[in-house]
């Protein structure tokens, strides 16, 4: 998923607005993940472990509409699962885009050349493909051989048409920065911005070796950057995002800046991270104790330096503090010298482990919907014969 902050004056319009509102907390991008299911079976993804009954329910064209005029967020990303599978998906973006929506369309791009004509190019619609590397190292990381290559060859195939396309890349654990530094070299070669994050430790993903800690998630991006000096990487992140990457700003995390709504319903407390579900935007805002969760408070949120959970943050602080984000533009990312000092984690409360729970509550809803709809039906059949 890439976002273009400050790329967009309405973003930057929509930020002040909050400002001068004296809002506390507000969204700023809308994760909407209409369905779970995936044609990918990704080591590092923590988002498809679910049973068939939860990875067949998708969100209605008028339930995504719905959630983002609740939440009223100027952004709205579309991750999931792969959104292209969902069969309303062209509708569901048409949608958003008439509601002036940006829309980022994540997608793994296996069916995006076949998908296009779904779609009409627009500033308000792009698509962000993942890709996490160079060819052997994202054909690895997706678990099959020939993904690179076609989502080149879609990116070529959407540009041709018109699209604004972005890519979008988890960073893990033995990444070499030799090797992401030139797969940030080919995405100026395909001329598309580029969105990068350490992954996050998903409790269910397949492969939890190769998280990275945050000592070397800062290590990494210094080591990156160092070598972009002087390139022309376009990244899709605010530049004092970028320096908090590189270990040179210590940020909290703003979990209700991009929150996710999907099946289940208002995901909390953020994007990463299920610990319960509220039935409105306003009840996960009204209800999540905000206060218990983030690095330093919780386990689970040790090692995160995600974009979903930093960059509404790194866009507060630019916003207090324009003067320091047009430095770190101008300076560029410091990749030398001392790092902040690393947030305390000696009074962190302890993981807890509810993904069984809401997945029976989830089956259990599922079927109690299914025996009313065969009810209904049977009643339908019974005054039709009548
Ligand atoms: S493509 Fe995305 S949603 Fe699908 S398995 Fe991979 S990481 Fe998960
Ligand atoms: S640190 Fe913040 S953004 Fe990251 S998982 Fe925890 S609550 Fe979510």
């Not at 998708?58 to 969902?86: K, N, S």
């Amino acid at each position: 998923m890439a976002i273009p902050f400050f790329k967009e004056m309405r973003i930057g319009g929509y930020l002040l607005k909050q400002k001068l509102l004296g809002r506390k907390r507000y969204p700023l991008v809308l994760m909407l993940e209409p369905l779970f299911r995936c044609n990918l079976a990704c080591v590092g993804c923590g988002k498809i472990d679910y049973p068939d009954a939860i990875l067949n329910r998708r969100m209605t064209a008028q339930e995504c509409w719905d959630a983002a005029d609740e939440c009223g967020a100027p952004m709205v990303a579309i991750p999931g699962g792969e959104p292209l599978i969902h069969k309303e998906i062209g509708e569901i973006v048409r949608g958003l885009v008439a509601r002036k929506k940006f829309v980022s369309l994540c997608t793994n791009a296996l069916l995006l050349e076949k998908k296009l004509d779904l779609f009409e190019p627009s500033p308000y619609l792009f698509f962000s493909v993942h890709l996490d590397g160079l060819r052997d190292h994202h054909d690895k990381a997706v678990s099959q051989k020939g993904v690179f290559d076609r989502a080149v060859s879609a990116i070529k195939a959407a540009k041709a048409r018109g699209f604004t396309v972005n890519v979008n890349a988890t960073i893990f654990d033995g990444h070499p920065a030799e090797e992401i530094a030139k797969f940030l070299d080919l995405t100026v070669e395909l001329g598309v911005g580029v969105s990068m994050s350490p992954g996050y430790a998903y409790e269910r993903a397949p492969d939890q070796e190769h998280f990275l800690n945050r000592t070397k998630t800062k290590k990494l991006f210094r080591d990156v950057f160092a070598m972009g000096k002087g390139k022309k990487w376009n990244f899709m992140h605010s530049g004092l995002f970028l320096d908090f990457l590189a270990g040179n700003q210590e940020y909290e995390c703003t979990p209700w800046g991009m929150p996710a709504r999907n099946i289940f319903g208002w995901q909390k407390p953020c994007y990463l991270l299920g610990e319960g579900y509220a039935k409105t935007f306003k009840e996960l805002m009204d209800t999540t104790d905000w206060d218990t969760y983030g690095t330093g408070k919780y386990e689970k949120c040790a090692d995160c330096m995600a974009h979903c959970g930093y960059e509404p943050t790194a866009a507060t602080a630019a916003l207090n503090n324009p003067l320091k984000a047009m430095w770190v533009s101008l300076r560029g990312i410091k990749t030398t010298g001392p790092m902040v000092p690393e947030i305390d984690m000696s009074k962190q409360r302890p993981a807890q482990y509810i993904f069984s729970e809401q997945v029976q509550k989830k089956l259990s809803e599922i079927r109690k919907d299914e025996a009313l709809a065969a009810e209904q039906k049977a009643a339908r059949k019974a005054s039709t014969a009548a």
